[in-house]
């Protein structure tokens, strides 16, 4: 059960405010992101999107022959 008249903080709020006390001393990266020095998105690095590894896929355990039709 909980007790409504609990004044604790929950930890993660808390956690939240102990990383942000000063969020002017937190610096990011560039300003911009230029495509051609993004790695990320350069399409001789990207081979997600070919086609021919479209067709990967997880292939069946062969099993103990519960699959098999059965034999007369």
């Given at each position: 059960m909980k007790n409504k008249d609990s004044?604790?903080?929950p930890f993660f709020a808390s956690f939240l405010e102990k990383q942000l006390q000063d969020p002017e001393k937190?610096?990011?990266?560039a300003?911009?992101?230029?495509?051609s020095q993004d790695t990320v998105t350069k399409?001789?690095?990207d081979t997600v999107?070919?086609?021919?590894?479209d067709m990967a896929q997880t292939m069946k355990y062969p099993s103990d022959g519960d699959d098999d039709s059965?034999?007369?």
């Open positions: 004044k604790k903080k937190i610096k990011g990266g300003n911009v992101t230029i495509a399409p001789a690095v999107t070919k086609p021919i590894y059965p034999s007369i």
